[in-house]
């Protein structure tokens, strides 16, 4: 009775867990607005594992709470997957977000469905394989989802970046309580693969990060040598700053002294113009004068002609 009230409060704890573990990592991803690090294709094989789950729940007609645990967590992996498409790296448009979105929820609610309708009432006759079936399957993708943050984790020696180790350590948690409930209750030979699988991929990247903080971050030998190369790093990149800056100025001045020069050899040019057309109409009227005055002495000259 000790035993079995255990394994119930266990298994309750455990579900709460794996109900909820990924809420901080939707904040994680909305607050950084960036999932570099959380590849889409592992909340995509999570929201797939839920399908399974759920079928092999509801065939056996577990418990409320197990019927309700895979819905919510296809859900919040479903919320997740989506920030994973849409955010960077991925960046995705929307419309295709939406398409993938109404093809998997097309998928999951028809397979679900049908699947359970068709096959709970051969569980009650007390075939039970295509429901055993239904939970490998699930603990597969669940287990496969689990293998791309290590490729990422090569990617940067073994850094976790992008998936949030609060995320990490209530999904832990939830594996180990859940382990311990099935030992403690009924020996479910399926439960504890599951489980255990689930806690040594996420304890490997508990371990992985570790490792990378030992060797790079905490005891690294080269960690001075490299905050100084970063010091001097940034000190010349403000120096340069500051010389563009300086020579941007000069540039500046030198460009207003050019449009300046431009402007008085313009007003300059303008002047010289105009000099030039009132010397021109000055000598013009000189001529016209001059002109005028040669005709007056030549009539001058004719009419004493005349007279004499």
């Not at 397979?111 to 359970?116: D, F, L, Q, R």
């Not at 313009?266 to 013009?284: A, G, M, P």
Request: glycine content about 4%; charged content about 20%.
């Amino acid at each position: 009775m000790i035993s079995e009230s255990a394994s119930t409060a266990l298994g309750t704890v455990a579900t709460v867990c794996w109900c909820v573990q990924l809420i901080p990592q939707i904040y994680y991803n909305w607050k950084r607005k960036d999932c570099t690090g959380l590849p889409p294709i592992m909340m995509f094989l999570w929201v797939v594992s839920g399908v399974p789950f759920g079928i092999y729940f509801c065939i056996s007609r577990a418990t409320l709470i197990l019927q309700i645990q895979p819905h919510l967590f296809m859900f919040f992996c479903c919320i997740s997957f989506i920030q994973t498409c849409y955010y960077p790296p991925a960046k995705l448009p929307k419309w295709k977000i939406a398409l993938i979105i109404a093809c998997l929820v097309i998928f999951t609610v028809s397979t679900e469905i049908s699947c359970v309708l068709a096959l709970r009432p051969l569980y009650d006759k007390g075939i039970k394989w295509p429901d055993l079936i239904f939970g490998i399957i699930a603990t597969i993708l669940l287990a496969v989802g689990l293998l791309p943050p290590y490729f990422e984790l090569a990617k940067r020696k073994g850094e976790v970046v992008g998936i949030n180790f609060l995320f990490l350590f209530v999904d832990s948690l939830g594996a180990w309580l859940s382990m311990i409930s099935v030992i403690v209750g009924n020996m479910d030979i399926m439960g504890i693969i599951l489980y255990c699988i689930v806690a040594a991929f996420e304890l490997g990247i508990f371990t992985s990060h570790f490792i990378w903080c030992c060797r790079f971050k905490w005891f690294s030998k080269e960690k001075n040598s490299d905050t100084e190369n970063n010091q001097l790093d940034l000190q010349k990149e403000e120096t340069i700053n500051w010389e563009n800056e300086e020579n941007a100025d000069d540039v500046e001045k030198i460009t207003e002294l050019i449009d300046f020069t431009k402007e008085t050899e313009t007003i300059c040019d303008e002047d010289t113009i105009l000099e030039n057309q009132i010397y021109s109409d000055k000598n013009d009227s000189a001529v016209v004068s001059y002109q005028k005055a040669e005709t007056m002495k030549s009539l001058e000259i004719k009419n004493k002609r005349e007279i004499k």
